[in-house]
């Protein structure tokens, strides 16, 4: 387990055993890794930003470990600290992947907690390794709200002396959303707190060189003086009270981010909170804030950093949506992020644009110059972002899944006829190819909504001069419709699709209908009522024994 920043621990003396990271990687993860880190350090034109897209599942965050591996051997006599600093939107993913991104052979510090905390979690960043945990909402969004007592006793703990606290008017104002009398008892524990002297002084300078912060707090504490009960708070004087407890904690957080000297900032799913990346202003103040306090360590000159997502960007919008849900803009901003120059970020845009035009022109031109222009296209976003999809995560290209034979599966001479149905009706609307939509379900004609073939098939039932065809073929083809009577008697209908059909008899043939859900292969507890029949039916495999 990685050691608290706070604990005491023998010093790391030698790089983690990279091998070692590697030894468990898939062979298509060992290849991003490589191909990664030699885009981040070692190509003649390499870069400081780069994304990891594969598909959900196939283990970004194991890659991630291995390109932070690499790196830290690569940096290791380089570099008198080297600091690794995870961003994630959820504190309880944060703790749980900084463990994971963890390397052997190190006891590396974590701080699973807020960036302003640091004065309380760090006794000074002096060793060789360090991972920092950290999640925007907490550590970035701080003119919003007046953050935890904690993280205002420890503020009232780092200011009493140099201010020269005096009565009960520090408290009160300081107390933000607390009692006035209970958030003594934080205050109190926050005096034991061993705190890092050198991130103190410096909050304490920053905080004090801004005159005007000293005279509104002194304003703050003349107004909060007489005031018995923190519910008896003016509206104007509350809100004037959490605008300075928000102001004190952005300072302490560029306090903090100073103090780190990011050697690889990891940003996971960073399209939860890709306002940090936007490269220009929303117009919100708390947006702006936080990209800016993002940004400060983002752009660290020795930071190399590492985008994580399956989605980095929405793949497809429709006209009537939120203009903030662009797909094209998502796209274009995250390109923008990642080659960090304009120029270059251009350029890949007029290729996607030569690339959409030829696209189109297809029909009429043919597609000879198709494929000089993806190559250009695929050649220069490969300098920042790599994909394995699924399918190509193993050498015979199967997706890592396993065939299932569907012992089930049989063509009734009556889904015959439904087919038969239903292709006179496409012919009668002009919708010539109905082979796909009755291999998909039953009854389409019943059940289709905001298909083409089917408002066609509504319009003209709805035109008396033009339904009499479609009465003749379906009065002679019953099998395209749901039989009515045997609907409303509530009697068993036929599945009338051989895909359905396979479905329905395992399902309610065995106790499998009963499940709410699947059951788990390597259950804690012994299974009782219907969860053990899928392994007995074979609905799900067999577990391993160990």
Known sequence: MPESLGMPGAAITSPPDVAAVLEGLKDFQRQTVEYVFRRLYLDDDHVRRFLIADEVGLGKTMVAR?????????????????????????GDIAR????????????????????????????????????????????????????????????????????EFRGVGPRKVLAGYSDFDNFQWSIDRAQEVDLDNALGEAFVRAVSSDSSMRERFDGLCDELRYIRHSSRIPSQLYQERNAFIGDLRRTRACVCLNALEPDVVILD????????????ETGVAVLDEMRDLAQQFMDHPDAS??????????????????????HY?????????LFADS??????????????????????????????????????LLQV?????????????????????????????????????????????????????????????????????????ITRCEDEGTCSDLVE????????????????????????????????????????????????SLPYYRLSGPFPAPVKSGFISTPPQY
């Open 66 to 90: 291995g390109v932070v591996a690499k790196a830290v051997q690569h940096l290791w006599h380089e570099r008198k600290r080297i600091d690794i600093v995870y961003v994630c939107s959820n």
């Open 96 to 163: 749980q992947n900084a463990n994971r991104l963890t390397l052997p052979g190190t006891r590396a510090r974590v701080i699973p907690s807020r960036i302003t905390l640091m004065p309380k979690t760090v006794k000074t960043l002096d060793r060789k390794l360090n991972f920092i945990s950290i999640t925007p909402g907490t550590s970035f969004n701080l003119r919003s709200s007046a953050g935890t007592a904690e993280e205002r006793a420890l503020m009232y703990v780092l200011l009493q002396e140099p201010w």
């Open 473 to 520: 073929v379906l009065s002679r083809r019953p099998e395209a419709l749901i039989d009515w009577s045997t609907f409303q008697a509530y009697r068993q209908l036929d599945p009338a699709n051989p895909r359905l059909r396979s479905l329905v008899r395992p399902m309610l043939d065995d106790p499998l209908w009963q499940l709410l859900c699947v059951p788990p």
């Open 343 to 380: 120029a270059e970020t251009a350029e890949v845009v007029e290729l996607l644009g030569q690339y959409r035009r030829c696209l189109m022109s297809v029909p009429q031109k043919g597609a000879t110059q198709l494929k000089p222009l993806r190559d250009r296209l695929q050649e220069r």
């Open 329 to 337: 803009e998502d796209l274009i901003q995250t390109l923008g992020f």
């Open 305 to 326: 950093v590492l985008l994580l997502s399956a989605t980095p960007y929405k793949m497809y919008t429709l006209p009537d949506e939120a203009t903030s849900e662009d």
């Open 385 to 457: 972002m790599v994909r394995t999809e699924r399918l190509a995560a193993s050498e015979d290209r199967n997706g890592m899944l396993a065939s299932a034979e569907c012992r089930e599966l049989e063509l009734t001479a009556q889904d015959l006829r439904g087919y038969v149905a239903l292709q006179q009706v496409g012919d009668l609307v002009q919708q010539p190819d109905m082979l796909e939509y009755w291999k998909s379900a039953p009854y389409l004609l019943n059940f289709m909504e905001h298909y083409k073939v089917k408002d066609a098939f």
């Open 269 to 280: 799913e960073f399209q939860r909170f890709k306002h940090l990346i936007s490269p220009k």
